[in-house]
T-cell receptor, first 113, second 107 residues
Framework: EAQVTQNPRYLITVTGKKLTVTCSQNMNHEYMSWYRQDPGLGLRQIYYSMNVEVTDKGDVPEGYKVSRKEKRNFPLILESPSPNQTSLYFC????????????FGQGTRLTVV | RKEVEQDPGPFNVPEGATVAFNCTYSNSASQSFFWYRQDCRKEPKLLMSVYSSGNEDGRFTAQLNRASQYISLLIRDSKLSDSATYLCVVGGNKLVFGAGTILRVKS
């Protein structure tokens, strides 16, 4: 089944404790991105990747890192999480261009206390 | 001004009603247009793409007006299962998401 898989689905952590949210897609898509979704603000892009070893900042990159060492994987790293990073996070992939249909993972609900 | 603006609602409608959502976008160079559906606490899923000529998929009709930078979604004969948040999405060099319009269909 074609899908984007994120883990974990739920995470509660403390301020400053490094964490990684994994994302993997099995559709051989070139373009992958991370979004956060907050009430009233919609989905905002954190980072994106056009292909392996090519990553770039989105609209809200502060406090986040990503890597794209393999085509299928695009982990999101929070080196020192803070409470304002409490949010619902989605990983997405698109076949080629960034303005084509996006397929989303199931989401990760992160709470930083 | 937000790049993509939607009426947040909620729209509370009875089963069988026709409901219309509107969306405006600010980037005149935008190239692709979509409506996504998002159920509570779940991932967004593509409902339909929107073309300049307008397109229909069953009870759903989408329209695009490039001159006015305006997109619409019409849902006919609403079902309880249509209750969700509808996201207007505009693509240029990336996808830009509206904050969504909440629809609640009641029996």
């Amino acid at each position: 089944e074609a899908q984007v898989t994120q883990n974990p689905r739920y995470l509660i952590t403390v301020t400053g404790k490094k964490l990684t949210v994994t994302c993997s897609q099995n559709m051989n898509h070139e373009y992958m991105s991370w979004y956060r979704q907050d009430p009233g603000l919609g989905l905002r892009q954190i980072y994106y990747s056009m292909n392996v070893e090519v990553t770039d900042k989105g609209d809200v990159p502060e406090g986040y890192k990503v890597s794209r060492k393999e085509k299928r994987n695009f982990p999101l790293i929070l080196e020192s999480p803070s409470p304002n990073q409490t949010s619902l996070y989605f990983c997405a992939s698109s076949p080629t261009a960034p303005n084509t249909e996006a397929f989303f993972g199931q989401g990760t609900r992160l709470t930083v206390v | 001004r937000k790049e993509v603006e939607q009426d947040p609602g909620p729209f509370n409608v009875p089963e069988g009603a026709t409901v219309a959502f509107n969306c405006t976008y600010s980037n005149s160079a935008s190239q692709s247009f979509f409506w996504y559906r998002q159920d509570c606490r779940k991932e967004p899923k593509l409902l339909m793409s929107v073309y300049s000529s307008g397109n229909e998929d069953g009870r759903f009709t989408a329209q695009l007006n490039r001159a006015s930078q305006y997109i619409s979604l019409l849902i006919r004969d609403s079902k309880l299962s249509d209750s969700a948040t509808y996201l207007c999405v505009v693509g240029g060099n990336k996808l830009v998401f509206g904050a969504g319009t909440i629809l609640r269909v009641k029996s």
